[in-house]
């Protein structure tokens, strides 16, 4: 089955306790992101990859670290959560070009509380 | 770089009726135009997209209008159903350029039985 999957689905932490979010798909997609979804303020991209070891800034990339070191992963990191970062966060896929679909396939979501 | 903005934030109708939700893009290279819907609890899943070359599109229920020299794009759900209550995002990319899709903030729709 075509899926990305996020771990772990919900989280409490406390603040400065690194974390790592994982997130990987299994539909070859060269393209993978990161969004938070904060109440009124919609989807926010964090960061994203256009391929392996090609990754750039979104528009809320304070605080948080990612990798592309293979195809089918793109782990979040967060080296000192911070209240501030406790939102609903989201995953996701595609294929890279304008000449596939373009639909963008998300993850379940990933709840993180930072105390 | 480009801004969405959507409206309504919540929007409530009758079951039966239409529902109409709009977009607001600023970068006029933008070339694709996707529509997302959440239903509680679940992850967005696309529901109608758009691509700059076309200024229509339907499926069944749900359609997307788009009118490129006003940079404004619309979703059009007719003759709702409780299955259509959920929250529905807008968003806009340039494939060629940067390739950051970016969503508007949502809207809460609810209908009524």
């Known amino acids: 089955e075509a899926q990305v999957t996020q771990n772990p689905r919900y989280l409490i932490t406390v603040t400065g306790k690194k974390l790592t979010v994982t997130c990987s798909q299994n539909m070859n997609h060269e393209y993978m992101s990161w969004y938070r979804q904060d109440p009124g303020l919609g989807l926010r991209q964090i960061y994203y990859?256009?391929?392996?070891?090609?990754?750039d800034k979104g528009d809320v990339p304070e605080g948080y670290k990612v990798s592309r070191k293979e195809k089918r992963n793109f782990p979040l990191i967060l080296e000192s959560p911070s209240p501030n970062q406790t939102s609903l966060y989201f995953c996701?896929?595609?294929?890279?070009?304008?000449?596939?679909?373009?639909?963008?396939?998300f993850g379940e979501g990933s709840r993180l509380t930072v105390l | 770089g480009e801004n969405v903005e959507q409206h309504p934030s919540t929007l409530s109708v009758q079951e039966g009726d239409s529902a109409v939700i709009k977009c607001t893009y600023s970068?006029?290279?933008?070339?694709?135009f996707p529509w997302y819907k959440q239903e509680l609890g679940k992850r967005p899943q696309l529901i109608i997209d758009?691509?700059?070359?076309?200024g229509e599109k339907k499926d069944q229920r749900i359609a997307v209008t788009l009118n490129k020299t006003a940079k404004h794009f619309s979703l059009h759900i007719t003759e709702t159903q409780p299955e259509d209550s959920a929250v529905y995002f807008c968003?806009?990319?340039?494939?060629?350029?940067?390739?950051?899709?970016?969503f508007g903030q949502g809207t809460r729709l609810t209908i009524n039985p």
């Open positions: 758009i691509r700059s070359n076309v």
């Open positions: 970068d006029s290279a933008s070339n694709y």
């Open positions: 996701a896929s595609r294929f890279g070009t304008e000449a596939n679909t373009g639909e963008l396939f």
């Open positions: 968003a806009a990319i340039q494939f060629q350029g940067a390739q950051k899709l970016v």
């Open positions: 990859s256009m391929n392996v070891e090609v990754t």
